[in-house]
Each structure stands twice: as C-alpha cells, then as structure tokens.
C-alpha cells in the first residue's frame, strides 16, 4: 500500500516557556516490507534539527527551542510504500533453545527487567499456550482482545502491565506490553513496534483518516527447518490479527519508552495543553501520488 | 621478643598477634616486625598508648573542625556525621611491590577501557563468544543511550579505583573494579596531610612518594580529554549537591583543581554546547568531571524523573562538545558479573597475560553454577550485581541459618542478579585501638588511576581498614576506617611526577547550593502523547 | 563566578539586613512605648501596628505584644525574624566555601541560638525585646565579620549588594509609615522612634545641628550621604559594588540605574526646600529599587529570580 502520513503535534503553554527539548521517533522505518520515500519536518518556532540512529536503529529527530516561546508545533510528513510480510513458519518449541535463535533473540528474550510479579499472568499464559510458538502468538490475538477492553483513556501514557490487568481494559500500548511480558515468559523473544495504522475497513469510501499512533509487537519465531534462520514476525494483538501491509512500523524497542514518538522536557512553571493528530491517506499505488 | 617491648604495651598479654592464615602486613607470624616495618614500629614504640590515644584526639577534633566526616548508618536508618576514622599506623608497601600492582592495574584499565568502546561499538568481543551479550544486555548500567558514541580521545575510564586485596600467599587481586565514580581520593589526600601534622615523627626514617600531585593529574587528563579547540578547556566538577554523601570530596576537588563546583541548575544546554551560568552570562564548559551516576545525568536520555540532571548534555556530549569524566555507559565494566570476564579482556584485547589475578568468581545464571553456589553458601561470599558499597553482600562464614536461608531464596528468584565468590583471605594491619594499643584488622586497597593521555597512579591509594575484630567488610559506608598508605622510595623512580601537566589557577572559591534556586528553575517533562493506537472499526479476516 | 553563587550571597545579604532592621524597629517601638508614646497618643503613627504594617503583616489589630512576639519567632511566618535568619543560614550553607568559615560559624550560631527554645527570659513579656536585642547584636557581629574576614571580590560585592538593597527598602518603608502621606504634619515624637529604629540617633546629633522632628530626620535618613545607613549613602555603596562586581559597568542596567538614583536623590535633597513634602521621592525611591531589584536578577543571576520571588521590594 501506498501512504501519505502527517503527524501534528502542537503543544500551547499558558505562559512563556525556554530551553525546550525534544527528540521525535516518527519517522517510518525502511525495512524488508516498507519503504520511506519522503520525509520533511517543520519545528514552530524554527529550530535546528539534528538527526542519529539510536540503538535500535530508530531514527531520532531532535531539536531544542531556547528562547521564550508559547506554543511549539512539529509537523511531519510521510511517504510510504507497504507490502505485507510473508507467511510465518510453523517452528518448534524445541527449537526456541537453539544458539541460532538465542543469537537472534538478544537481549529481546530477557524477562522484563523491574516487572513484579503480576497476578493473573499464569491463567493468561495458559490460555494462549499451544502446540508451537506461531500457534501461540495466533492465540495470543485472540485471547488478549477478548479478555481486555479496547478503552482509550482506560490508562495513560506510565501505565504498566499491572494496570491493565487491573482494569480489565486499555489501548494498543498496554496490550503490546502485555504481549510482551507473555511471549518473553514463555521464551519467545519480543519486542515493541512503534508505528502508524491504516484503520479503514474495506468498504470505506473514504481515502483518509484520522487515527493515532499505535503499537503493536514482533516476535522472534523459529524456522520450520533445523538451523533455519528465525524470523521477527509482526503481530497486532489489539486488531486480533498478524499484521499486514496497512501497519507502517517506525522502530521497535523493549517496550513504549524505547520508541516513544515524542519526548521533550522545557523549563517554565507554565502548564501546556497538547493536541496530536495523525493523519493517513491512501495514495493510488497505480498511478503514485495523489495530490 | 624484642619487638613486643617495644610494642605499646598495657600488661603481659597485651602483645601484637597477627592472626594466621591472614597475611600481616606489618609483623611476621611470631609477632616480629618486617624489616620495612622496624623503623615504624619503633617510633609508634616511642609514642606509647597515650601518645597514640592523644594524637587520635587531635585527629578527631581536626576532623570535625574541617568538616571531613562521612555519613554512616544507610540503609532505612537514621544517619549521622562522625569524623572518618583515620587510623594513626600508616600502611607500607616497598617500592618493587607497588611497581607490579601499578603495571597491573594500568593493563586492567587499559582492557576496561577497551571493553567499554568495544561494547558500544563492534561488539567483538561477543562475536567472538568470549562475553555473553544477554550477560552484557542485562547489566543494568548498560547504556543503550551513548550506543555509538566515541568520546573524545577515546577514553572512557578517566578514573578508576579498583579495589585489591592481599592474599594470604601474599599475592595482590583485584576483588572489584570501580569505573563509574569512584571516590575516596580526598580521604587519601587529607590522611597523608592529617598524618603529617599528627605524627611527623613516623615519617622520620622514611622516604615516602608524594601523592598530593593528584588534582593536577587529574586536571590534566580532563583538559587533555576536552574537546577545546581555540582557548585552555573550561573544566567543571559536577555534584548532586551537598546532600550527597561525599559532597565532601566533590567540592575537595574543585578547591584543589581550581575549578567551579556546579550543581544542574548551573548548567544548560543549547545547540549542542553545554553552558555554565555565570553572573556575566553563559560561559562555555568543555569538560565535566561529574560526580554523579549515569541515570541522573540527563532526564531526556536516562530517568525522566532527575531532577539533577541536565537536559540536553547527551546531545552534547553526542555532538562531541563536552567531555564526560567518566564516560557515560561505563558502568558496564565495572559490573559484577562482568567483572569475570576482565582476565580474558586482556587476553583479548591486549595480548597479555594479566598480572593482577581476580577472585574465583561464580555466576549463578548458569544452572548448574547456581547448584553449586547454593550447596556452598556457607562457604561463599555473594553479591548483588547492581549494587556498590558492600550493600547486599553476604559472607557465607559469618552469617547464620537464617541469612543463609534468605539468600537462597534471593538466589533462587534471580539467579542473574547475584555473583558468588570465593572468600578471600583479606590480609591484615595493626591499628590502633580504644586503649591505644596495636590490634589486627583486616584491609584492602583502592588505588586511583587517572586516564588522560595517559594512565597515571598515584602511590598507594585508600587503605580500608575494618574497625571490628574479624570483620571482612571494609567500606566506609558501613563503619569501615581509613589508613595512610605509604610508598616507599627504593629506587623505582617511576612514580615521580612528570614534567608539569599544566598551570594551576590559584583555587577559586568554589561552591555549595541549597534553597529555592532549584524551584525557580522549574523543569517539566513534555506531555507524551500516549501510544492509544486505533482499532480497526470491522477487525478483517 | 557562578549565578546561582551570586544569588546566594545577594539573598544572603537581603535576610541578614531584613532580619537586623527588623530587630532594630521592634526594640525601638517596644522601648517607645514602654515610655508611654504609644499608638493611643494622637498623631503618633508609628507604633506596634504601622511596625507590623511596615512589615506586611494584615491582622495587627488585637494584642500588638503578642503578634510582635510571633513576628520574631514564629518559624511559619516568613516575615519573621526567625524565618530571615533561618533563610540566611540555609544561604550560607550553600556558600559556605565563599564566605569565611568563621562566618559561617557566626550565622550558624545565630540561627541555633534562635532554636534554643530555652533562651532566658524569652517566653516572658520581656521576651521580643530581648531576642530583638540578640539578633541586632548578632548580626552587627556577622557583618563585622563578614567585613573583616571576606575578600573584596564579586562575593562580597553580592553580599554587600543585597545588604545595603534590603536596608535602603527598610528605611523607606518606616519613613512610610511613619510618615504617611496625609494634610497633617508628621507627629515628632514618631521621628524619634524612627532615629532610634534605623539606630542613627547619635549619627544625627552630631551631624544635624536641629532637635529630631519630624521633617530633619526624614531628610536625614534619606539625603545624609556621611551617615552609611541613609537611603543616599547605601545608594552611592551599591553603585561601587556593581562597579567592582559588572564585567562591562558601561552598558549595565543595574549600574546605569543606581547611577541615576544616586543623582536623582543628590538633586532632591537641594531642590526640595525644607519642610517639603517628601513622600513623593519616597515612593519613587522605593520603586526604583523595586526595578534595580529585578535588573540585578535579570544580569547577574540569568533570570534566576524571575520565575519566583523569594521576596519582594
């Protein structure tokens, strides 16, 4: 699929504020599945912008505003060309022991660090566990919607995964996290994916949306074959389903703050109201851009 | 025994008994003193109990006056100042001893610092399966925020006090590696200045290597590190603020080196340059000696919540305007579990043999490590990984059923949190006790090397004494005590300072904060916009 | 040297000379009206209450005594002796390697004898005098120290800069009271009061050669440039402090501003013949420093002060 992505974010300070710093992971990744033809920032009031590739190989914007202003808009444009990911293999549980997939996994396969244990993960683990890892993760989509209302405003922005299992319902962040600490105890490596959706259903007239950012998983699954190479296959637990050429991945990382969008601190006893928009529109993959 | 008429003496029994297997420093088993140690013994002879007791109150109220004390208790208990117990018997080390303790150590950190760039960078020595990377990954002072960067002239270790104790062999090894920030140098300092003052007349027959050269040293690394092209590099000595447990020694340092003590508040950063405010405006700072841990540094990169930290300075320091003394991310190296791994980065990366042995180490990540451990405890010493300071530690030996019982279930949970090691036979020093007589107490050593252009040590180090009879932990946070150390010069001439490192500007005043500076600083996170995603309205098939 | 340093010792400074002229003003109404001049004599309005007025404090009304004592010892109250000293001496901790060490030890003490709830004779009527009396001497003796033992170099200018700031603003705000703007002449017996609140009634029988009423004492706290605590005086002070402390005096708003004060009120004192009405350069003098306040903040210290002040002018 073909993509054209805005991402407004505008942020308005009841009084005059300084030295505000951001850094942005906005931009879509280029990967084996998705490509990123154009990309263009513009910071409000002007600022210089410098750019480096993280340690998850996201790419970070950042941009500082030291003089006093009252209101600061990035505004981010995208292009983006999808196509969706092969089918996954049918590996084994065996196989998740292999120095091939250990290699692979990396620090993805460690438990979460600092997690207390949480009540109710063993019924969830149950639950979703099946005869191989992939039948695992299917179940996974099934079991986590089913179980847990999709509530914006459920939880916000620090919650962790005991929060969810509290309140029985969150947004796709929580559910990924969620994802996350299963898939890991169960010794499948995973980790978080930071990205854009195209939400529209199939009949839609309409070629644009307004969605937010949204968040999903990958997760490392063995190779049908012995000594096959393992395979980070893309999963969106809120959307009961793997995911396809409509998800438009930015970067992945441990969990949400590897891959948080925006992170920007100032100086100023001034309180700030934030509006955030994303915007998606389909462009004809036919004919290219449409205006 | 000649020796013990001349040891201080309170009746018949009151000799000086070193305490087989233990390596006494001073004495030989029957209770002789060694032959570096005559001269001293001698003259502590010639002081007699209650010239050692009056010195010690002398030494006390000096310490208070100057405000040297450390704060003790820790923990969730009160604490309090009291003076640092600095013993009035000088350690000795002869001149071709710490000749190879020197040469071992500058190899030790040479192979630390490489581990550290390498860490960040290629990762070789993991492709070559000699560390772990889930081992490296886990290490919670690993810093996926610095990935990439290459600090100026490449050192990332500019200090470092490893920790060396002696073996009842005699042989020296190194039980901890300390290259985040670690501190104690002032109490070297102010020990040798103290001891001087105190009893001049131990020094009488001796020739003893200076170490008041050691701002300079340092100085001088940090302006050989400080990326300051046009003018002399602006060097800043960074402290959380005089709540800090060794606020002391920070604004020791910046008196001494002549520099600004700077807190947060101090300092900004724009455009990638870290500034100091000044009553003139924003003065440029090339280089930071901070003192304070990685996590605090920069709320944009590390804790969102620091309210220390300076927002920004990871920029700078990514950009390569600033030097960070030590590097950010070295906290990697100086991980316990890691510290297994430190004779085979030499081996890797030097092509040498290490001349400083470590201590049997054990990482109970491993099953069946862990089995072993477990059916040892009473015969080891386990640490939690992520702690410095001796919190934590369990010493199989001295603990009872029940601590022995809660470590293993501590083992159990989180394997990958704790280290064992073999208990090591600490040596031991005579000081002074409650009635002004020699007793033997078990110490250590933490020597501080100093990584400019190139590795320099200063003689001797911090001696950590433990003040209780038997007792094997010496930190100063949980009631150790301090000695002076003492080089000798016989005829190694490798210690003496260099030629002149660099002008020393007279020392300025530097500074401590407190009250409202802070809150009118205020700071706040950027509001986050929530990843809430979206839900396709007819989930497809 | 570093801003926030210079903050400190200029904040310093402030609550050292707020916390002394407090002391001052409460022993020379207490002793006034232990005489019999008290609010009740007609006319005289510079009591209890116009102190407890010239101090910011609304609820003066009821039993003055009491709320003077509360005005010197009650920690809560930030108007209170108690709390300047206590912010002087979380100050100078924070500069304790600025200042001398044995500064630090006199305000230290002066702070620790302020806690000593034991203090003799404190809980008794007696008792505001009394501790009045402590910190005026205590802190004449810090400032002595201070002159004594600290280098002439930007620290002490800050210091002296906030001492002699928060001095010019105490005068002017007992002159305010004491002699409000109204149709009626100023009573002279306040003008007594008044000489011995600021501690200049010796300096003015020697340098003025008429009895204290009430028009000469107010020209003498504010024109008379030999006596060092008249608004004048502390004006020309405060002009070579910035000199020594201001990397470029020329284009310095602080300096520029204290320049023209200094001239201002070196004009008034010949124009204005005597008996005139005064409260005009007053309140012009007062706001003045209110703005050489906030310039100080903005030039020296990068707008430290800006976000939230610790006190006003």
Redesign the interface.
């Known amino acids: 699929m073909h993509f054209a992505i805005r991402f407004l974010t505008e942020y308005h300070y009841d009084a005059p504020v300084t030295d505000n710093l951001n850094s942005l992971r906005v931009r879509p990744a280029t990967t084996s599945t998705q490509r990123c033809d154009e990309f263009h920032t513009r910071i409000e009031p002007e600022a210089r912008i410098a750019r480096h590739l993280d340690y998850f190989g996201t790419e970070v914007i950042e941009f500082g505003v030291p003089t006093p202003h009252d209101h600061l808009t990035i505004d981010v444009r995208a292009r983006v060309v999808t196509s969706n990911q092969p089918d996954p293999r049918e590996g084994s549980w065996e196989s998740l022991r292999s120095a091939s997939y250990t290699d692979a996994a990396g620090e993805f396969a460690l438990p979460w660090q600092d997690q207390p244990t949480i009540a109710g993960l063993e019924d969830l683990e149950a639950a979703i566990s099946a005869e191989t890892p992939l039948k695992t993760l299917e179940r996974l989509c099934q079991v986590i919607p089913e179980r847990f209302e999709y509530r914006p405003g459920a939880t916000y922005v620090g919650s962790g995964v005991d929060e969810l299992l509290r309140k029985k319902a969150g947004v796709c962040q929580d559910f990924a996290h969620l994802s996350l600490v299963l898939l890991r105890r169960m010794g499948i490596a995973a980790r978080y994916v930071s990205g854009y959706l195209w939400a529209a259903p199939d009949d839609a007239a309409s070629d644009s949306l307004e969605v937010d950012t949204h968040a999903w998983v990958e997760a490392l699954l063995p190779d049908a074959d012995e000594g096959g190479e393992p395979q980070w296959v893309s999963v969106d637990p809120t959307n009961r389903r793997l995911a396809d050429s409509s998800h438009v991945k930015i970067g992945h990382g441990r969990f949400y703050a590897d891959v948080a969008p925006v992170k920007g601190l100032f100086i100023g006893g001034a309180t700030s109201t934030l509006s955030a928009a994303v915007t998606l529109s389909l462009l004809d993959p036919q004919s290219g851009a449409k205006p | 025994m000649p020796a013990l008429d001349a040891a201080p003496v309170r009746d018949a029994d009151a000799v000086y008994r070193p305490r087989p297997p233990f390596l006494d420093e001073l004495f030989e088993r029957d209770g002789t003193p060694r032959p570096t140690a005559r001269a001293l013994v001698a003259a502590l002879a010639q002081l007699g109990p209650a010239g050692l007791i009056e010195a010690g109150r002398r030494r006390d109220a000096i310490f208070m006056q100057q405000g040297i004390t450390f704060e003790t208790g820790g923990g969730d208990g009160p604490t309090h100042d009291r003076p640092f117990p600095m013993d009035l018997v000088p350690r000795v080390l002869g001149g071709a001893e710490w000749t190879s303790i020197k040469r071992g150590l500058a190899q030790r950190i040479r192979a630390l610092n490489h581990f550290v760039d390498d860490v960040y960078h290629t990762r070789e020595i993991v492709h070559e399966r000699i560390v772990p990377?889930?081992l490296v990954?886990?290490c919670?002072h690993f810093a996926?925020?610095v990935?990439?960067i290459r600090p100026p002239g490449g050192v990332y270790t500019h200090v470092a006090g490893c920790d060396l104790v002696r073996h009842s062999d005699g042989s020296w090894r190194v039980i901890e590696d300390n290259v985040r920030i670690p501190s104690g140098i002032s109490y070297v300092l102010e020990n040798r200045a103290a001891m001087a003052r105190l009893v001049p007349e131990l020094f009488a027959s001796y020739r003893v290597r200076p170490i008041d050269h050691y701002p300079q040293l340092l100085l001088g690394a940090l302006r050989a590190v400080a990326p300051s092209a046009e003018s002399e590099a602006t060097v800043v000595v960074w402290t959380p603020g005089?709540a800090n447990p060794a606020y002391f020694e920070h604004?020791f340092l910046a008196?001494q080196m002549g520099v600004?003590?700077?807190?947060a508040?101090?300092l900004?950063?724009?455009?990638?340059v870290l500034y100091?405010?000044?009553?003139?405006?924003?003065e440029r700072a090339h280089a930071v000696y901070r003192r304070i841990d990685d996590d605090f540094v920069d709320?944009?990169e590390f804790r969102?919540d620091s309210l220390l930290g300076v927002?920004?300075l990871v920029?700078a320091y990514?950009?390569g305007n600033v030097a960070i003394a030590n590097a950010l991310g070295t906290g990697v190296a100086d991980d316990k579990a890691v510290y297994r791994f430190v004779p085979e980065m030499i081996r890797f990366y030097l092509g040498e043999e290490p001349i400083l042995e470590n201590v049997r180490t054990y990482l109970p990540s491993d099953p069946e490590v862990l089995e072993h451990v477990l059916g040892h405890l009473d015969e080891l010493v386990v640490k939690p990984t992520g702690e410095s300071g001796g919190r934590g530690v369990m010493i199989g030996p001295h603990a009872d059923e029940v601590e022995i019982a809660q470590m293993r279930r501590l083992l159990l949970a989180a394997p990958d949190r704790w280290i064992a090691q073999d208990v090591v036979e600490l040596s031991t020093v005579p000081v002074v006790d409650a009635d002004g007589l020699l007793v033997p107490r078990h110490v250590d050593l933490r020597p501080f090397a100093v990584f400019g252009e190139r590795i320099d040590i200063v003689p001797g180090g911090l001696s950590r004494v433990a003040l209780e009879e038997g007792s094997l932990i010496v930190n100063s946070s949980r009631g150790g005590g301090s000695k002076d150390t003492w080089v000798l010069e016989d005829g190694d001439d490798a210690d003496r300072a260099g030629p002149p490192i660099a002008d020393t500007q007279p020392p300025a005043?530097?500074?401590?904060?407190?009250?409202?500076?802070v809150?009118?600083?205020?700071?706040?996170?950027?509001?986050?916009?929530?990843?809430?995603?979206?839900?396709?309205?007819?989930?497809?098939? | 040297m570093l801003a926030r340093i210079a903050h400190e010792l200029y904040w310093l400074g402030r609550n050292l000379a707020r916390a002394e002229f407090t002391a001052r003003a409460v022993e020379a109404v207490l002793q006034a009206e232990l005489q019999g001049a008290s609010d009740a004599a007609p006319g005289v309005s510079f009591g209890s209450g116009g102190l407890l007025a010239m101090l910011g404090d609304d609820h003066g009304q009821g039993n003055t005594s009491r709320t003077l004592g509360q005005l010197i010892l009650d920690r809560e109250r930030p108007e209170s002796m108690l709390a300047s000293i206590e912010r002087a001496r979380d100050g100078a901790r924070t500069v304790r390697d600025v200042i001398s060490a044995e500064m630090w030890q006199a305000i230290n003490t002066t702070a620790l004898g302020l806690h000593r709830a034991g203090q003799p004779g404190w809980g008794t009527p007696a008792g505001p005098f009394l501790a009045s009396q402590y910190i005026k001497e205590r802190t004449s003796l810090i400032w002595g120290i201070a002159n004594r033992s600290m280098l002439r170099d930007e620290a002490k200018c800050f210091l002296d800069a906030g001492g002699l700031i928060e001095i010019s603003d105490m005068v002017l705000r007992m002159l305010h009271v004491a002699m409000p703007p109204t149709d009626s002449p100023p009573a002279d017996g306040t003008a007594l009061i008044l000489l011995q609140a600021v501690g200049g009634f010796h300096a003015y029988l020697r340098a003025v050669t008429a009895p204290p009423n009430a028009d000469p004492v107010a020209r003498f706290l504010l024109f008379e440039r030999s006596y060092p605590d008249s608004v004048a005086a502390c004006v020309d002070s405060l002009h070579e402090v910035f000199m020594v402390a201001d990397a470029g005096p020329r284009n310095s708003k602080p300096v520029l501003r204290v320049s023209r004060l200094a001239a201002d009120l070196d004009f008034q004192r010949r124009a204005l013949p005597e008996g005139s009405e005064l409260t005009g350069i007053c309140s012009e003098t007062r706001q003045e420093l209110g703005y050489l306040d906030q310039d100080v903040a903005e030039r020296y210290f990068a707008g430290a002060a800006a976000a939230g002040p610790r006190g006003e002018l």
């Open positions: 990377w889930r990954a886990s919670s996926r925020a990935h990439g005089p604004a008196r600004e003590l700077v807190e508040s101090d900004v950063v724009r455009d990638d100091m405010r000044t009553i003139k405006g924003l709320p944009l969102g927002p920004g920029r990514r950009a005043l530097p500074d401590l904060r407190y009250g409202t500076w809150a009118q600083q205020q700071q706040q996170q950027q509001e986050q916009p929530q990843q809430r995603g979206v839900r396709c309205p007819a989930p497809r098939r």
